[in-house]
């Protein structure tokens, strides 16, 4: 089935350690997505890829970086991560805006929940 | 400017009986509307789309949705409530020409047996 992978589903790491999230898909869309999403939240949109056009939130902090090195694939990146910063994070995919007939639906993946320690 | 209020942050319901949660937008069109569905621990999963081709719109597990542009509501309902329906669910709606998305803070569902 076409889905939308997250590794690895649970993350520890140490106040300061850098931490790589990782997220495939085998939708074949263009659009990648990454969001944070604390307890009890509305998840939060980090930044989006549109192919290999990278955009980023304007209140996401600079801890924050992202990585498509193809249309599979996408990481992020916490460079310093902080206690604030335990979370889940969710990543999600869709589709070009077609023309005409609405806007497409994402596709989420199960998501990662990081702990800082 | 585009935005979304679910209004009750909590419903309980109990096994059997009606759901209904409340989704309200704000637009200066017609938009596109969408309820997603998470479980605990997991992702969001779709539930139903709005895109202007009916008013009705059914989903997946016996939801649906009615969108009342005089009311600018966009209300989720179930006739019959599972055990398996308790979750958060999220009514959203795309921002005007991009591809980001207005989330609305979410209403958990409980369901009592």
């Known amino acids: 089935d076409a889905m939308v992978i997250q590794n690895p589903r649970y993350q520890v790491t140490q106040f300061g350690k850098p931490v790589t999230l990782s997220c495939s898909q085998t939708l074949n869309h263009n659009v990648m997505y990454w969001y944070q999403q604390k307890s009890s939240q509305a998840p939060k949109l980090l930044f989006h890829y549109y192919d290999k056009d990278f955009n980023n939130e304007a209140d996401t902090p600079d801890n924050f970086q992202s990585r498509r090195p193809n249309t599979s694939f996408c990481f992020l990146d916490i460079r310093s991560p902080g206690l604030g910063d335990a979370a889940m994070y969710l990543c999600?995919?869709?589709?070009?805006?077609?023309?005409?007939?609405?806007?497409?639906?994402?596709?989420f993946g199960p998501g990662t929940r990081l702990t800082v320690l | 400017a585009q935005s979304v209020t679910q209004l009750d942050s909590h419903v309980s319901v109990s096994e059997g009986t009606p759901v209904l949660l409340r989704c309200n937008y704000s637009?200066?069109?017609?938009?596109?509307l969408f309820w997603y569905v998470q479980h605990p621990n997991k992702g969001l999963q779709l539930l139903l789309k709005y895109t202007s081709a009916a008013t009705l719109v059914k989903g997946i597990n016996g939801f649906e949705a009615e969108f009342k542009k005089s009311e600018t509501s966009f209300h989720l309902t179930k006739p019959s409530a599972h055990m398996s329906d308790a979750a958060e669910y999220f009514c959203?709606?795309?921002?005007?020409?991009?591809?980001?998305?207005?989330f609305g803070a979410g209403t958990r569902l409980f369901v009592k047996a």
């Open positions: 637009s200066s069109y017609s938009p596109s």
């Open positions: 999600a995919t869709s589709r070009d805006l077609p023309t005409g007939s609405g806007y497409n639906e994402q596709f």
């Open positions: 959203v709606v795309p921002f005007t020409g991009g591809f980001k998305t207005i």
